[in-house]
């Protein structure tokens, strides 16, 4: 199943440009944080005019294309964020947006269907990330970090298909031992239950996520995503594991009958 998921970032640079530097990367980065991309680029290329301001402008202008890629799968848009993502020297850039530039880096490998460096990636920044970036900004960098590494594990098969979701379900759960209330980390620690090999663990974690879910803002997005996969992905695994049977078998059937009604019941009391 495919998990809508993506979310877009928002930039939060630290700058000290000239003040009509500033202005013109102001305007190019509130663009680009209102999902205007094309508006955002064309603003960025005109703070480019002040030469000090060109590697922030460089920065928003790559963001901008990465995510319009996303949307038109506009093979120039994704080269074109390469380039300039490239050309950049982390150096020049203030410690937020050195930060943001390695983001970049792992979400340009990630839609190049890169997971394994877009995981490297997302992993060395995390630390620098979740100690600078608000709140909100990591969880969407912790988003794309779990879902990279999901995407690695599930090109594995057998043993190293388990031992990788294995060391994943490690990694996640110190990030909801950090931060119980965190979203993307109480769905992916579903998904790497499940893939390695712990259905029930899978199950409770699913549980107590929607139940834990309810308290807070915006928990619908969260508990729809709960929803299908343990409908659709986990019951009927367990179900299987349970019987010994295939998954069409009448009783493997039926026992998933039984594991929907039971999630029902749970989820409706704590709705």
């Known amino acids: 199943m495919r998990r809508q998921w993506f979310a877009v970032w928002a930039l939060v640079f630290l ?5 009509l530097a500033q202005s013109d990367l102001e305007r190019a980065r509130a663009l680009y944080n209102e999902g205007l991309y094309d508006d955002a680029i064309a603003a960025a290329a005109s703070a480019k005019s002040k030469p000090g301001a060109v590697p922030s402008a460089t920065l928003i202008a790559a963001r901008a ?27 020049n850039l203030a410690p937020q947006e050195a930060i943001e530039w390695q983001i970049g880096l792992g979400t340009a490998l990630f839609l190049e269907d890169q997971p394994g460096p877009a995981s490297e990636m997302f992993t060395r920044v995390m630390p620098a990330a979740r100690s600078r970036m608000p709140a909100s900004e990591f969880e969407k960098l912790l988003e794309w970090w779990a879902a990279t590494l999901s995407r690695v594990a599930e090109a594995l098969s057998g043993p190293a298909r388990k ?46 996520g929607w139940i834990r879910a309810g308290s807070q803002p915006d928990s619908k997005r969260l508990r729809d995503d709960l929803e299908r996969f343990v409908t659709q992905t986990l019951i009927p695994e367990r179900a299987q594991a349970r019987t010994g ?7 493997t059937m039926s026992e998933s009958t039984r594991m929907t009604e039971a999630w029902r019941a749970i989820t409706g009391r704590w709705h």
């Open 15 to 19: 700058s000290a440009w000239p003040v």
């Open 65 to 91: 294309r990465l995510e319009r890629f996303r949307g038109t799968r506009d093979p120039q848009d994704l080269a074109g964020a390469q380039a300039e993502l490239v050309s950049l020297d982390p150096r």
């Open 245 to 251: 049977q295939r998954l069409e078998a009448q009783e």
């Open 163 to 208: 031992d990788a979701y294995s060391s994943m379900r490690a990694a996640v759960r110190d990030e909801l031992d950090a931060n119980p209330l965190s979203r993307p980390a109480t769905y992916w620690l579903v998904v790497a239950n499940r893939g390695a090999g712990d259905l029930d663990g899978a199950w409770n974690a699913a549980v107590a």
